[in-house]
């Protein structure tokens, strides 16, 4: 069961262009809603995060937009850059319980940002 | 600081033969985690850790083991291994999920294929 969908699958834009990336979730236990970046042949890292008392946070040229009643947020990259280019994941998880720090992935989407 | 290391980083193995993925931190995290990577699936959570000596199922854990005889380390076994679990393998880890920072730390991987 695949609890958080993400869109798109691939995604190819022109140096400062905005670049979309869509999450979906089902599970609304889920309060923290985490972007990983992750370049070819390394381990994803953190890129910014939210949680869904507000709806929306900036973070440089990254913006997490969240929607709590429709449960979807994505991310937008602002005047994005070649160095931009990378696999990006949305995940999701809920702070207690026996989920404590579980994150749920969703499929990943390769932005492509040509110069 | 290395942050989170990981040992080997390739392997191929043949069906039926067994192996250990090593993974290490340096940031006295009492969580860990082992994630596999395949294409179009996102990151799917194997076994994970909260302190030493405890593990606990994630969501695909059929055909592997693990252990945290120590703080530091966290081992995933695969018994007998299967083309099926041909896939690229990352450890995390964070430290105890607050409410405030929920980072996970992954390695930079492990390629493994299974002929």
């Known amino acids: 069961q695949q609890q958080v969908k993400q869109s798109p699958q691939s995604l190819i834009v022109q140096k400062g262009g905005i670049p979309i990336i869509n999450c979906a979730y089902e599970?609304?236990?889920?309060?923290?809603f985490p972007w990983y970046q992750q370049f070819p042949g390394k381990g994803p890292a953190l890129l910014i995060a939210?949680?869904?008392?507000?709806s929306e946070k900036k973070e440089g040229r990254f913006t997490i937009s969240f929607n709590k009643s429709a449960k979807q947020f994505s991310l937008h990259i602002m005047d994005s850059q070649p160095g931009d280019s990378a696999t990006y994941f949305c995940?999701?998880?809920?702070?207690?319980?026996?989920?404590?720090?579980?994150?749920?992935f969703g499929q990943g989407t390769i932005l492509t940002v040509h110069p | 600081n290395a942050g989170v290391t990981q040992t080997p980083k390739f392997r191929v193995l043949k069906t039926g033969q067994s192996m250990t993925l090593l993974c290490a931190q340096d940031?006295?995290?009492?969580?860990m985690y082992w994630y596999r990577q395949d294409p179009g699936m996102g990151l799917r959570l194997i076994h994970y850790?909260?302190?030493?000596?405890?593990?606990a199922k994630g969501e695909v854990p059929d055909g592997y083991n693990v252990s945290r005889l120590k703080k530091q380390n966290f081992l995933l076994g695969l018994e007998s291994a299967a083309p099926s679990q041909t896939s690229v393998y990352f450890c995390?880890?964070?430290?105890?999920?607050?409410?405030?920072?929920?980072?996970?730390?992954f390695g930079p991987g492990t390629r493994l294929t299974v002929l």
């Open positions: 599970n609304t236990a889920f309060d923290y």
């Open positions: 940031m006295n995290h009492e969580y």
């Open positions: 939210i949680r869904p008392d507000v």
């Open positions: 995940a999701a998880s809920r702070t207690g319980g026996t989920s404590y720090g579980k994150l749920t």
């Open positions: 850790s909260v302190g030493e000596g405890t593990t």
């Open positions: 995390a880890s964070s430290s105890f999920p607050s409410g405030a920072t929920d980072t996970q730390y």
